[in-house]
């Protein structure tokens, strides 16, 4: 054997090992890195005061926690549609997509699910069929006198034409689903910002009043103590009407983050500088968990999405109980009832207007009169 081929497999065959043994010696100790490190922000005094040096975004949370007193019923965690599957809870579930609650969601999971994954399955068996026919049938000690055949017309035909009619059938839905990510919302669509920042978001709604909601991550224990899922929970979340389409733009106030929501089929980059608009219409009510998808620094596994899809009217009630918040029905009537007043306004003026000119004209023909008197004197 060449020395080089031989070294090379030796090589490969460590590489793999020392991969393999990396993989089980890093695993748990990452885990365990991680719990410290939530619990080093707790305790350590340093990363207090770090955090209390942000300051702002503290205050923030406070305040928006006081607005959120108000009353307002929101969804416990019987209503949690769009969350991960743990492995020891269901093996499979934790391995494939989450069930999906828009109709984009669904076609793609179809796609997966009746295309991709069958032909993906077929393709490999068939190759690793081959692979062993070829390994059993000319191997070298049943074929002493190699065979010098080459070029085949019909299983060279074979093996172009097959691919292209595969590749021509994925490609239809495909470029389908292309498609309809790329709809734009129609001119009512409910706009919602979504800001992310270094490391929580922001949810603003300008179709609304303008407010924004703060939406932190909630303390693990609290969230356990709620019946939550921990480190996907949230202090305030996203409240959005449900089964209509929704205007979801994106914008990074720092730092690029990514705004994934995986059982919505929705993910948008979070970019400073620009604002990204994608469609959304989510089809049933319930919360839907995501996570910022974009690595924006050392908080970034902790800055959660949640979303909570309402009925449009129980959405409206929502608003109302936020800051300056107005349903559109209340924004239309203000400004129809703003119009009416200006108008009323420049009637006026206008009647006002037309007097004065009125008086001017009589005082001019009064004083024409007058000199034409002292004239005819
Ligand atoms: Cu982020």
């Known amino acids: 054997m060449i020395f080089g081929a031989f070294a090379r497999k030796k090589f490969n065959t460590l ?39 942000v300051g702002e975004d503290t205050s923030l949370t406070a305040e928006e ?13 019987e209503m949690i549609l769009g ?25 793609a999971l179809w796609m997966h699910d009746a295309l991709l ?26 074929n002493p006198v190699p065979s010098k055949t080459s070029h085949n017309t019909l299983i060279e035909v074979i093996w172009t034409v097959v691919p292209v009619i595969i590749l021509v059938v994925i490609a239809v839905p ?6 309809r ?11 919602i910002k979504a800001n992310g ?9 300008p179709d609304n009043g303008g407010f924004e909601v703060i939406s932190n991550m909630m303390p693990e224990e609290d969230a356990i103590a709620a019946g939550l899922p921990p480190q996907l929970a949230v202090d305030n979340r996203m409240v959005v009407p449900v089964g209509v389409p929704l205007r979801i733009q994106t914008f990074g106030a720092d730092v690029i983050h990514a705004f994934g929501i995986p059982s919505l089929w929705f993910k948008l980059d979070a970019v400073p500088g620009r604002i990204n608009e994608k469609m959304l219409t989510i089809n049933e009510p319930g919360i839907y968990y995501g996570q910022c998808m974009e690595l924006c620094g050392a908080r ?33 009537a203000q400004a129809a009832s703003e119009a009416a007043a200006e108008d009323a306004a420049s009637a006026s003026a206008e009647a006002e207007d037309a007097a004065d000119a009125e008086d001017e004209a009589e005082g001019e023909a009064e004083a024409e009169a007058d000199t034409a008197e002292a004239d005819a004197a």
Do not use: C
């Open 181 to 191: 990510q790329y709809q734009s919302p129609p001119e009512d669509a409910i706009t």
């Open 197 to 205: 920042y270094q490391w929580y978001w922001g949810y603003e709604y």
């Open 117 to 142: 994954l069958p032909i993906i399955t077929v393709i490999s068996l068939f190759v690793l069929g081959l692979l062993l026919w070829v390994i059993a049938k000319y191997r070298r000690k049943a």
């Open 65 to 77: 926690t006081v607005t959120d007193t108000s009353g307002f019923d929101y969804y416990g965690p």
């Open 300 to 332: 970034h596994g902790y800055m959660p999405i949640a979303i909570e899809a309402r009925p449009l009217a129980e959405f409206n009630e929502w608003v109302q109980t936020q800051p300056g918040g107005m349903t559109r029905a209340q924004i239309e």
């Open 83 to 107: 969350e991960p599957t743990a492995s020891d809870e269901d093996i499979w579930a934790s391995m494939t997509f989450q069930p999906q609650y828009t109709d984009n969601g669904e076609y």
């Open 15 to 53: 590489v793999l090992a020392a991969i393999a043994a990396l993989g089980l010696a890093v695993q748990p100790a990452s885990a365990q890195d991680f719990r410290d490190n939530l619990s080093d922000v707790e305790t350590n005094p340093a990363a207090q005061d770090a955090a209390a040096a």
């Open 174 to 179: 495909s470029i389908t689903l292309l498609a």
